[in-house]
């Protein structure tokens, strides 16, 4: 047997497994980045369905005569700015779910508002189809903590995986970073109080 035929041996046995490691890698980053755009899917799922129901609630409430004029245009405004946040789910940032979060909060802030203000209207308290958004208001607000928490739970696998080493060298070639984690916006320890007791 010839002496260099074992160096070339070494060689394209070394170069095979670095493939197949390169390979493995990149599949396993596109998958659990997957994992990350579809619970980010979920998420902007769940806000939508509760920007639904807040329009479908301040109908409601501006039939009621003489309600606070400016507390329905704050929450339409808030509403508003809260769907014109979007993010791209494979490349998000650390700035874009904290202004993502804090255009929410500002929604939630109002919602709270508005809902503290019908205490004051009897009748709209008394609104079957008030009553029904406002369960269904309850039910979305859980949805989007459920959903936020299955967020962070699809980061951490992918975050792992690329921030391992010796993944971390592949990541960066391949153009795979770390993905920010879903925090509550500052102040929001207390969750939005959707829930009445009605005298």
């Not at 980010?40 to 109908?59: C, E, F, P, S």
């Amino acid at each position: 047997m010839k002496k260099w035929l074992i160096p070339l041996i070494i060689l394209v046995v070394l170069a095979f497994g670095i493939y197949r490691w390169a390979v493995g890698f990149n599949n396993n980053a596109i998958r659990l980045g997957e994992n990350v755009s579809e619970s980010w899917g979920n998420v902007q799922t769940a806000y939508q369905r509760r920007n639904d129901l807040i329009g479908n609630l301040v109908k409601t409430v501006q039939g009621a005569a003489d309600f606070e004029r400016t507390t329905l245009r704050e929450v339409i405004e808030a509403r508003s700015k809260a769907t014109s946040v979007t993010i791209d789910p494979t490349n998000i940032t650390p700035e874009q779910l904290a202004s993502f979060n804090e255009v929410q909060g500002g929604l939630s802030n109002a919602l709270s508002r508005l809902l503290v203000a019908v205490e004051r209207y009897p009748d709209l308290k008394a609104n079957q189809n008030f009553l029904k958004l406002q369960d269904e208001l309850t039910s979305t607000e859980n949805t989007i903590q459920t959903a936020r928490v299955r967020f962070n739970e699809a980061i951490k696998p992918y975050n792992t995986h690329v921030k391992t080493f010796p993944n971390s060298i592949l990541a960066g070639w391949f153009g795979f970073e770390g993905k920010p984690y879903f925090d509550a916006e500052p102040g929001a320890e207390e969750p939005v109080d959707v829930n009445f007791e009605f005298n």
